[in-house]
């Protein structure tokens, strides 16, 4: 029996070589989901992209608080941006804003999320799937305004915190990511029809020796020199599926 898969592309609408890449990914049923960047230069082609390639239904949000202009003006005036009031990733990284964020914070990080759900709602495409660049809607700090934002709009999932393989993770990171998607999982219980029990990088499932249930599987996929790669590995996607197609069925 194979194992079930969703094969997420993040970033569409972060360039043109990513856009494309992603529609062809779609054509050639390497991917059956993905999600958006709606605070990103290319999000209007990569729109265009999805209904002229029959995939607007597949596109989800993918939440930015990391990387380019946020959509709203409070939180440029925050840690999250520089001077030139332009995110940077660095907040996402430091233990304390992960765990916390004041009062304040916490106001204009709701703000900028609600302001890109609209903009993706606005977009009259796609499920309600949220997931997020560099992983930042697992952190604590921002989950706990996110789950009540997401009922508000009916999404009908989010993504899990990065649990696989299991055995390599351990200590504190295991308890926190229990933790994370506890509440994540309970959230998609009672909006999704679907349940997904892992969720990694192509090498993490690579690595997984055995899959419970439906497993998520994230891919950046972009053209580079006239090759679909993957942009954080020297991986083709072409062989990849080539290898693996007969361990895996997409959903």
């Known amino acids: 029996m194979k194992n079930k898969l969703i094969i997420n592309a993040d970033d569409f609408g972060i360039s043109y070589e990513v856009n494309e890449a992603i529609a062809l990914c ?109 992983h930042s809607h697992v952190n604590p700090s921002i989950l706990r305004i996110l789950l009540p934002l997401l009922a508000k709009y009916d999404f009908e999932d989010v993504r899990l915190s990065r649990n696989l393989p299991p055995g390599k993770i351990n200590g504190l990171k295991k308890v926190l990511k229990a933790s994370v998607n506890s509440q994540i999982t309970h959230y998609n219980n009672a909006h999704s029809k679907r349940e997904v029990l892992g969720f990694g990088s192509m090498q993490d499932v690579n690595d997984t020796k055995t899959f419970n249930g439906i497993t998520e599987m994230m891919v950046h996929p972009i053209i580079r020199k006239g090759r679909l790669s993957e942009a954080f590995a020297d991986v083709s996607l072409d062989e990849w599926w080539d290898d693996n197609e007969t361990f895996f069925e997409l959903i």
Not at 114 to 126: P, S
């Open 26 to 134: 779609v054509n050639r049923h390497y991917i059956n989901q993905t999600t958006i960047m709606v605070n990103m230069p290319y999000v209007d082609e990569a729109v265009k992209l999805s209904q002229d390639n029959g995939f607007s239904d597949l596109v989800g949000l993918h939440l930015n608080l990391v990387e380019g202009k946020p959509l709203t003006e409070g939180i440029r005036d925050t840690f999250f941006c520089d001077d030139k009031g332009m995110f940077i990733s660095k907040v996402m990284k430091t233990p304390k804003y992960r765990m916390r964020l004041d009062k304040k914070i916490s106001e204009c990080v709701h703000c900028e999320i609600e302001a890109q759900i609209k903009a993706f709602l606005e977009l009259g495409i796609g499920r309600k799937h949220l997931d997020s660049h560099q």
